[in-house]
């Protein structure tokens, strides 16, 4: 019903800078929130990032606050994450989330990620 496409990710060194997209499609008109997560190895999946789709108002992960800016382009239907002073701390897989109402229920949907390791 939504589908979610990420792309952006790779190899950066410490310090530098990358830019993620998230592409969506199918029902999105009932979108109510559209979230970056990711997991590293060994760790649980954790919030990075979220952006409330009518208002535009935006949260993030204490960790990444000051760093990382989600954005979106109404028009494209993509958010992005531009993540600016990389730390090897940041290295997981990156996953686009969105809660979309689906009829009488809030669904969930997720993209497959997008893999970000940052070098020493």
């Known amino acids: 019903q939504v589908q979610l496409v990420e792309s952006g990710g790779g190899l950066v060194q410490a310090g530098g800078s990358l830019r993620l997209s998230c592409a969506a499609s199918?029902?999105?008109?009932?979108?109510?929130?559209m979230s970056w997560y990711r997991q590293a190895p060994g760790k649980e999946r954790e919030f990075v990032a979220a952006?409330?789709?009518?208002?535009?108002?935006?949260r993030y992960a204490d960790s990444v606050k000051g760093r990382f800016t989600i954005s979106r382009d109404n028009a494209k239907n993509t958010m992005y994450l531009q993540m600016n002073s990389l730390k090897p701390e940041d290295t997981a897989i990156y996953y686009c989330n969105a809660v979309v109402v689906v009829e009488i229920r809030t669904v969930n949907f997720w993209g497959q990620g997008t893999q970000v390791t940052v070098s020493s």
């Open positions: 952006l409330i789709w009518s208002g535009g108002g935006t």
């Open positions: 199918g029902r999105t008109y009932n979108t109510i929130t």
